[in-house]
Nanobody, 110 residues
């Protein structure tokens, strides 16, 4: 099982980024996927999740700004992040089928 994230970077407040996570080694379409983040000095927290059927859930802090989606044909889950704030700065991790990705850094700063 392998999860590989991409799409992080440096963005100004109010900007947008789209993270991608490609899964392999498991039946991706049958598995719920999620995004977590961990800021320096803080615990890892759930940001958004999507079930195998497409149902979604969001943390209160990102609801209305972030959108999680999946493309099962590409074994990929996405996290579209809009209206980014400095407090969104963190390492973002993809999780699925008991596995974690390596993380991708998102930094929101002017």
């Amino acid at each position: 099982v392998q999860l590989v994230e991409s799409g992080g970077g440096l963005v100004q407040p109010g900007g947008s980024l789209r993270l991608s996570c490609v899964g392999s080694g498991f039946a991706f379409g049958n598995v719920g996927m999620s995004w977590y983040r961990q800021a320096p000095g803080k615990e890892r927290e759930l940001v958004a999740a999507i079930s195998s059927g497409g149902g979604t859930t969001y943390a209160d802090s990102v609801r209305g700004r972030y959108t999680i989606s999946r493309d099962n044909a590409k074994n990929t889950v996405y996290l579209q992040m809009n209206s980014l704030k400095p407090e969104d700065t963190a390492v973002y991790y993809c999780k699925g089928f008991f596995a974690w990705g390596q993380g991708t850094q998102v930094t929101v700063s002017s």
